[in-house]
């Protein structure tokens, strides 16, 4: 679709030619092989997470290749939220950290934000949001505010072990001490096993666990063709914690954690976090990502920088017809206090119905 100098739907003067160029991900190889190029590219990026929001809640695609003045500006994975309790929404990405744009230049931004703005208003999208600031949209307060924090793996291994907090080496140690057998895993039987901790986890945190299904993709479209795996600690036959990565282009992002509170004692959570550090520097990642965090939770800031992590702000921006919508506070998933006591089979039933409208 080319589009000459005009005046836009908000009323503002585009001053170069516009093309978006529609891609599939789920057909067309082209979309990975021109983000698996860019260096600031995550694995939210990549097809095979297109794949598991489709697959897991229904979401259509709308990845968009822009030029300006015939030259690549920026790509742009979109999904297509369809809810009849929330609304129709576009988000790039749903449950992911951060997946906004890939910029090729970023000087047209003005360009392509508007771009979008229009492509919203012409799919007739309640909202447009986009997670991720690198190239924010010009004099744009963030909707939303986290932290992410980053570990660098490029140094050897002895010299990220000595930059751990003394309490985390001293519990890695007596994990070891422990007899945990830990387990880095690729099979479906590994996220079986995952999925069983992370809904007793949820319980415990007063929050539903995402399907079953969510979990089944990500196994089959991400962890078996390569892009992530399974970190499991059992004490026995027992799995007592565990941990979901995922990778591409040498960056890695620590995506779910959970854990049986009967056993943190051994310090399972520790040992499963060094041993994929391990494993991590040993394939020759070069950063691993510690998702995004709450600035009013503490709690986990303080774990993640106990690993050596450096943080940077990252934000979410959303626009609404009415424009671009500033802060309204601090985020914060929260849900009523019956999911901490409902039976681990009812959340599981709650999550498989609440998910498919949230993002």
């Known amino acids: 679709m080319a589009e000459s100098p005009q005046t836009t739907r908000s009323g503002k003067m585009r001053l170069t030619d516009i093309e978006i160029e529609r891609m599939d991900p789920l057909l067309d190889q082209t979309w990975d092989a021109k983000v698996a190029i860019r260096e600031d590219h995550s694995v939210f990026h990549r097809s095979a997470?297109?794949?598991?929001?489709?697959?897991?809640?229904?979401?259509?695609?709308?990845?968009?290749?822009?030029?300006a003045s015939g030259a690549e500006?920026?790509?742009?994975?979109?999904?297509?939220?369809?809810?009849s309790i929330t609304g129709c929404r576009g988000v790039s990405l749903?449950?992911?950290?951060?997946?906004?744009?890939?910029?090729?230049?970023?000087?047209?931004?003005?360009?392509?934000?508007?771009?979008?703005?229009?492509?919203?208003?012409g799919r007739k999208w309640k909202r447009l949001e986009i997670r991720d600031d690198r190239v924010p949209p010009d004099a744009t307060a963030p909707y939303r505010m986290y932290e992410t924090h980053e570990l660098d793996l490029t140094p050897d291994i002895d010299v990220i072990e000595r930059n751990l907090d003394p309490a985390v080496r001293r519990?890695?140690?007596?994990?070891?001490?422990?007899?945990?057998?830990?387990?880095v895993e690729t099979d479906a039987g590994a996220v079986v096993e995952f999925y069983a901790l992370h809904c007793r986890t949820r319980r415990r945190n007063g929050l539903p666990p995402q399907p079953f299904l969510f979990f089944q993709a990500i196994g089959r479209n991400v962890i078996e063709p390569g892009l992530g795996f399974v970190v499991l600690a059992r004490s026995g036959r027992i799995p007592v914690a565990g941990a979901i990565f995922l990778h591409s282009g040498g960056r890695a992002i620590y995506k779910f954690g959970a854990s049986d509170t009967a056993h943190w004692h051994l310090r399972p959570n520790q040992a499963v976090m060094w041993q994929a550090i391990r494993s991590l520097v040993d394939s020759g990642c070069v950063q691993l990502n510690f998702g995004r965090t709450a600035k009013t939770d503490e709690g986990l800031r303080r774990f993640k920088l106990s690993w050596g992590c450096s943080s940077r702000p990252l934000h979410y921006f959303r626009h609404h017809s009415g424009g671009w919508v500033s802060a309204v506070g601090e985020p914060k998933e929260s849900y009523p206090l019956i999911f901490s006591r409902l039976p681990v089979a009812l959340n599981r039933l709650a999550g498989k119905l609440i998910y498919p409208h949230l993002d």
């Open 73 to 83: 500006a920026a790509l742009v994975p979109l999904m297509e939220v369809r809810s």
């Open 49 to 67: 997470w297109a794949r598991v929001l489709t697959e897991s809640y229904g979401h259509r695609p709308f990845y968009l290749r822009i030029l």
């Open 171 to 183: 519990a890695i140690r007596k994990a070891r001490r422990s007899g945990l057998d830990i387990k």
């Open 94 to 121: 749903p449950f992911s950290d951060y997946a906004g744009p890939l910029w090729s230049d970023p000087a047209q931004a003005p360009e392509v934000y508007q771009t979008l703005i229009d492509f919203a208003a």
